[in-house]
C-alpha cells in the first residue's frame, strides 16, 4: 500500500498570502535586529536629519529656530569669498595624506610580512601612533616646532637645516599646512598598514610560488599576482582614510587655528569656526551637507575608477 505525500504549493508572487508571510518573518527577526535598527536610527541616522533639517533653518546666534530658510543657507555658503581657497585646501589635504599614507603603509606592511629578527616588536612599534592620543601627538609637535624654544626647531639648527631656531613653522598658513599633512601621515599608519598587512597575508602562498616556478621575476609576481590581490585591502584602507582625513579637526585645529583668515583651512575647519565664531550654525549645517555630498561624491568615484572587486571575485 503505498501513500502519496503532498505539498502546499508556494504563495504566488502577488498573492495575499506573500505579504502576510514577510510580515512574520519580520516580526519574528525584530528582536534580534530591533537593538541595531534601533542604534543606527539613534546615533547616524536621526543627527545626520537633523542637520539637513538645520541646514534648512533660519538659526539665530542664540539657537532660536525663527522658521524656514529655504535654501538661503546653501546661497549663503557657496558666497563665503574664501570658500575657492577652502575647497582647494581640503582636495590637497585629502589627496596628500591619503596618497602618501597609502603608498608609505604599503613598502611598511610588505617589509612587515617579512620573516626577520625583532618582527613582532617592530610591528608593536608601528602601532604607537595609533596608540597615541592625536591632540597629544600634534600639540608635541606643535610646541617641539616654536620659534626659539621648539626642540625640533633646535635640533634642525644643531644639525645646520636651519639657520637658527626662529623659524616659525606654525606661524606661516603653507609650511603649518604641510606639518599638518605630516602628522596626519604619521597617525594614519598604523591602522593603513595593519589594513594591508593583513590582505598581505590572506593571499594564498602557493600562488606566487608556482608563478616563481614558472620563471617570473619578483617584479612580475608583485604588481601581476600580489598587488591584484591586494586590491579590496587597499580599498577599505583608502575609502576609511578619505572618510577619516575630510572630516579630520584636531590636526588642522591646533596646528592652523592661531593663523588669522582661511588660508590654511579645510571645509571641516569652516565648519568649526562658522560654529565658533560667527555662531551661524544653520549656515554650519549647510556646509555639512555639501561636505557630507563631497565626501560620498569622492568615495563612489573611487569605486568606480578603481572598481577593488573586479578581478577577485570573477
Known amino acids: 500500500m503505498s501513500s502519496t505525500t503532498t505539498t502546499a504549493p508556494a504563495p504566488a508572487a502577488g498573492s495575499p498570502e506573500r505579504p502576510r508571510r514577510s510580515f512574520r518573518d519580520l516580526l519574528t527577526a525584530l528582536p534580534w535586529i530591533g537593538p541595531s535598527l534601533a542604534l543606527i536610527i539613534l546615533i547616524v541616522l536621526f543627527p545626520a536629519g537633523y542637520m539637513v533639517f538645520s541646514s534648512t533653518r533660519d538659526i539665530s546666534q542664540s539657537g532660536i529656530d525663527r522658521g524656514s530658510a529655504g535654501f538661503q543657507n546653501y546661497l549663503d555658503v557657496f558666497a563665503i569669498p574664501a570658500l575657492p581657497r577652502v575647497l582647494a585646501n581640503t582636495a590637497v589635504w585629502v589627496v596628500a595624506v591619503v596618497a602618501l599614507t597609502v603608498v608609505l603603509s604599503l613598502a611598511l606592511s610588505n617589509f612587515l610580512n617579512k620573516q626577520f629578527p625583532g618582527r613582532q616588536i617592530v610591528r608593536l612599534a608601528v602601532i604607537v601612533p595609533w596608540a597615541a592620543s592625536v591632540v597629544m601627538t600634534t600639540t608635541v609637535v606643535y610646541y617641539g616646532l616654536q620659534p626659539n624654544y621648539g626642540i625640533i626647531n633646535q635640533f634642525l639648527a644643531d644639525v645646520g637645516i636651519l639657520d637658527s631656531p626662529d623659524f616659525g613653522f606654525t606661524k606661516n598658513a603653507t609650511s603649518a599646512f604641510v606639518v599638518a599633512i605630516v602628522v596626519a601621515v604619521f597617525v594614519s599608519l598604523p591602522f593603513t598598514t595593519y589594513t594591508l598587512l593583513a ?110 572587486m573586479k578581478g577577485v571575485d570573477e
Open 199 to 308: 590582505g598581505l597575508q590572506s593571499i594564498p602562498s602557493d600562488v606566487v610560488e608556482a608563478a616563481r616556478m614558472d620563471g617570473a621575476s619578483h617584479r612580475q609576481v608583485y604588481f601581476s599576482i600580489i598587488l591584484p590581490q591586494l586590491k579590496p585591502a587597499l580599498a577599505v584602507a583608502a575609502i576609511i582614510n578619505i572618510i577619516n582625513v575630510f572630516n579630520s579637526l584636531p590636526i588642522l585645529r591646533l596646528m592652523t587655528g592661531s593663523i588669522p583668515g582661511y588660508d590654511a583651512d579645510t571645509t571641516t575647519t569652516l565648519i568649526f569656526k562658522l560654529i565658533q565664531s560667527d555662531r551661524a550654525v544653520d549656515q554650519a549645517s549647510a556646509l555639512s551637507v555639501v561636505n557630507f555630498v563631497i565626501v560620498i561624491a569622492v568615495i563612489a568615484l573611487y569605486m568606480r575608477i578603481v572598481k577593488p
